[in-house]
């Protein structure tokens, strides 16, 4: 049977009103509790009731709309899907949202839960999460709908999988291999492996760590490069060993792993094997999230796991669109799913204001004409105190590059301008110019008519006070790391952007909020 819709009563009880009023502090309860049937009114409710199959028999699901407002509470309150249900007998606060004051039994289970949270995800319901605080918001008079002017930024978010060196990453994940034979055959997890590592004659499984069971110099290269062999020798008996057994084909997706760190850390090339100088690009980094990896925040901090971006609406301080990707993914990468959303929304950018680590991205470079770009450009280096590329004339128009001189030469974006030999030889200019026998040349950014107009643009009091506007989405990201925490609660990238995006709810929910309390804005009925 499909959900029914949930219809809790708009105005307080008497018992509720006495629950509000002893609220001091975390005002989101309140404000849900007031407000929740405008965020879930009937049309949202029956997207939600698309996320489950019309069955004939059993009872009716549980109103996703409590579900999906339980959601927000969790993310709100940092807690465990275990402390979910707790609370929805112990807390008044969230009984007070949830409809169920003075309840002695939860209103759902904890299956119940991660169901709806998997149908969420499958069918991008989370994304109209955060559409549904917007649209909320623009039934104030203090939002409306208009081309966003926004910044876009970044932070680290650290992965939830355990990251492990080369030798402990492939004894995991052959320990993993070994954990699913002996889960098949109805043996405990920690004996049971013990007793399937012997049988595989591979007893330095069953440790939790591989290198202590090694037990090897790993300061000395030559106890190293042997440690290595032994652990290859390991794989080789695993796989040999779970081909006839029970479970053989679900253990091989771990051993596949081992077999992927083997790939990318070992160097097979030599008469023996040993570990690779530098690192693999997209190494793995964990068994249990293939998808995190090493991040870099700045030439001196790194991270390990995903970045999350955010952006942020200048005018109303709303967040509209958030994206996450692998932590060595470039900036320029998110840009693709920041538009999707916007698209889907049916929104609009007039301004959008981004660090450089943006530039690249399609977003900028495929932009429209009305849509203007506000970031800081590239610094152009003048090596040896020589004319800069900034010092010759570009005219955009005729695609013609002067020198300082008055030589000119066409010019295409994305390729660089080779001035002759002979014609930079015989300029007065040339010592201050270049110092190559084969003349000077320049080299065209593709987008090198947006770099002159940003570099145009900040030299002026007008501009350099536009680029500070961006300072506000690092506000934001404050905010959202505040509620979503440094490090992930999932593994994988798409089920931290759904804890991205009900964070990113939380947040608006708190701008409407705060806008309406100061302005006394009514949200429509």
């Known amino acids: 049977m499909r959900p029914v819709v949930w219809r809790p009563p708009a105005e307080p009880s008497l018992a509720e009103q006495a629950v509000i009023k002893a609220v001091r502090r975390a005002k989101l309860f309140v404000f849900l509790r007031l407000h929740r049937h405008e965020l879930f009114d009937e049309r949202f409710q029956a997207e939600l009731a698309g996320a489950y199959v019309d069955s004939p028999k059993g009872q009716p699901p549980v109103p996703p709309a409590r579900l999906a407002l339980a959601t927000i509470l969790q993310a709100y309150t940092k807690v465990s899907d275990d402390e979910v249900i707790e609370a929805t007998v112990m807390d008044r606060r969230w009984q007070l949202v949830l409809d169920c004051l003075g309840a002695e ?195 001196s901090v790194l991270f390990d796991g995903y970045k999350r971006h955010v952006l942020r609406d200048l005018d109303t301080g709303l967040v509209p669109a958030v994206g996450i990707t692998p932590a060595n993914a470039p900036e320029a990468s998110v840009t693709g799913d920041i538009t999707a959303d916007l698209d889907a929304a049916g929104r609009t950018l007039a301004e959008l204001h981004i660090d450089r680590a943006y530039l690249a991205s399609a977003l900028v470079r495929d932009r429209g004409p009305d849509l203007q770009i506000f970031c800081k450009a590239w610094r152009v280096r003048n090596t040896g105190g020589r004319y800069a590329k900034n010092q010759f004339a570009l005219d955009f128009t005729a695609g013609q590059l002067t020198c300082p001189a008055g030589a000119s030469m ?116």
Not at 142 to 170: C, H, Y
Not at 200 to 205: Q, V
Not at 262 to 290: C, F, H, M, N, T
């Open 105 to 299: 039994e939860p209103p759902f289970s904890k299956g119940t839960l991660v169901g709806f949270r998997k149908r969420l995800i499958e069918r991008s319901l989370d994304r109209r999460l955060v559409e549904r605080t917007v649209e909320l918001a623009a039934a104030t008079k203090g939002f409306g709908a208009r081309a966003l002017r926004a910044a876009l930024d970044s932070s680290p978010l650290w992965g939830a999988g355990r990251v492990e060196d080369t030798f402990n990453l492939m004894g995991h994940a052959l320990r993993k291999a070994l954990g699913v034979i002996a889960a098949v055959q109805g043996r405990g997890q920690a004996a049971g492996t013990a007793v399937i590592a012997e049988q595989a004659r591979a007893p330095e499984l069953a440790a939790s760590s591989l290198k202590a069971a090694l037990d090897a110099d790993w300061d000395d290269p030559a106890a190293r490069d042997a440690a290595l062999a032994q652990v290859l020798g390991l794989l080789g008996q695993v796989e040999a060993f779970i081909a006839g057994q029970a479970g053989g084909e679900a253990a091989a997706a771990a051993v596949a792993v081992a077999r992927q760190v083997r790939d990318q850390d070992v160097d097979l090339s030599g008469p023996a094997p040993a570990l690779r100088r530098g690192v693999a690009k997209d190494r793995r980094i964990s068994v249990e999230d293939s998808q995190m990896r090493h991040g870099r925040k700045s030439r």
């Open 410 to 525: 066409r010019f295409e974006p994305g390729k660089t301008v080779h001035f002759p030999k002979d014609t930079c030889a015989a300029c007065p200019l040339r010592a201050r110019c270049t110092a190559s026998s084969n003349g000077r040349s320049v080299a065209i950014h593709p987008d090198e008519a947006l770099l002159a107009e940003l570099r145009h643009r900040q030299q002026t009091p007008e501009g350099r006070a536009k680029l500070r506007e961006r300072v506000a989405v690092e506000h934001a990201l404050a905010h959202v790391g505040h509620w979503q925490g440094r490090r992930a609660r999932y593994l994988g990238t798409r089920k931290n952007l759904f804890d991205l995006r009900r964070v990113a709810a939380v947040h608006n929910l708190h701008v409407i909020a705060r806008q309406s309390t100061a302005h006394g804005y009514p949200l429509a009925a």
